[in-house]
């Protein structure tokens, strides 16, 4: 579909009709929609090195760091839009917290957590990247 025909759907819904075009076009580019996303590991590694813990992670021979060893080693990126591979996940970090052997602390699941979602704006989400004014002036 192209971008004109997406806008021009979007703008007929009930919520636009009372807008000017700039409220329109802060509307849509406001960045407010939480976005699942897959977490990449070596993001997590990478994040685990600056902090200084990585290396306690890998000497570490607790049951719950041999789990999160082995699932990071078996699955390169985790796909947190998945809700059953987000709870599994989540399990793996918990336990890690759980474990005071492992120096990674509920800060750390947090930030971990953390890259597995981005904020996007209605138009990201409608795959209209850059929207303009004049393009919403048009497909009215």
Known sequence: MNINTVLKAELI???YSSMTDIERLDSLTDKNISKKISIHIIDIQQYLNMVDKIIDFEDSTSLSARKAKRTFELHPIIDMSNAMIEMKFKSVLS???SDSSVLIDSNDESYILSLG???IS?????GIYNLRIGQLQEAR
């Not at 209605?122 to 409608?126: F, G, P």
Request: proline share 7%.
């Open 13 to 15: 819904l009930p919520k």
């Open 122 to 126: 209605r138009a990201d989400e409608l």
């Open 95 to 97: 336990e890690l917290v």
């Open 117 to 119: 979602s981005e904020v």
